[in-house]
């Protein structure tokens, strides 16, 4: 008799599971699964729970860019942003839709992290001076339309002189043939050139598909144009990554 195949994959939630390894053992590893098949380690544990002193250069001096006032920190992760400005006496509230790092976020001290997704954002979470999209997570936009839906969005539920600090990659600064054929591909199928469709995988664990929006400096002010919102200052940092300032028009 056949025996059923057990999912081993129930539990999707790879990434909760990740940092969750790490904060109890000291050790975890991520894999990044793109849809054509390229695989390549993630960022890791210095990325989710470095000390302030740790930080690259650009993301320390985009903290000295913060308007004075509450900060949504979106995609948050191990609270590694929040658990700074806490130490600075900043309210932050903070948002991911991994369970498990909500759960890593309370169990190291974040006051107030709420499992919700970025679509999910809305005026019950009250007003915000600042929008932090720390280590890429301007990604979480998903993909051109929904970016400006989502920065008019911002748009209703911050203060007139708010700022968005937004963390991406130009996906156009490589010579990598694996990244330009899939760039190649997106373009003729009408996506964005850094539009990329992943999952992230941890041992047995495997999130489901979703898209991350990497783009280019010129993109990204594109995408704001017509939102309420306009680019008005870039962070340079080693390689092909950037911080982008964002402020009403």
Same mark, same amino acid.
């Given at each position: 008799m056949r025996e059923e195949m057990v999912d081993l994959r129930a539990d999707r939630d790879a990434f909760g599971h990740m940092l969750m390894d790490y904060?109890?053992?000291?050790?975890?590893?991520?894999?990044?699964?793109?849809?054509d098949g390229n695989m390549d380690g993630g960022t890791g544990y210095l990325n989710y729970f470095a000390e302030f002193e740790q930080w690259p250069a650009h993301q320390q001096k985009a903290m000295g860019l913060l308007r004075s006032g509450r900060t949504l920190d979106m995609g948050c992760g191990a609270g590694r942003v929040e658990l700074y400005l806490q130490g600075q006496g900043v309210e932050v509230v903070g948002i991911d839709n991994s369970p498990l790092a909500i759960e890593v976020c309370k169990r190291r001290g974040v006051k107030d992290a709420r499992l919700l997704s970025i679509t999910q954002v809305s005026a019950a979470l009250g007003t915000f001076a600042n929008i932090v999209m720390m280590g890429?997570?301007?990604?979480? =936009?998903?993909?051109h339309e929904r970016a400006r839906?989502?920065?008019r969005r911002f748009y209703k539920i911050t203060t007139p002189e708010a700022r968005i600090l937004a963390e991406s990659l130009d996906v156009y600064q490589t010579e990598d043939p694996r990244h330009l054929?899939?760039?190649?591909?997106?373009r003729a199928h009408g996506r964005m050139s850094g539009q990329i469709r992943l999952r992230v995988r941890y041992h047995l664990h495997c999130n489901q598909w979703f898209d991350y929006l990497m783009v280019?400096?010129?993109? =990204?002010?594109?995408?704001?144009a017509g939102t309420g919102w306009r680019v008005t200052e870039i962070l340079p940092a080693e390689g092909a990554a950037y911080m982008g300032i964002l402020e009403k028009e």
């Open positions: 904060l109890e053992t000291g050790h975890s590893v991520e894999i990044i699964e793109r849809s890429n997570n301007w990604g979480l =936009m998903g993909n839906w989502l920065l054929a899939y760039q190649a591909w997106n280019s400096q010129e993109e =990204m002010r594109e995408i704001a």
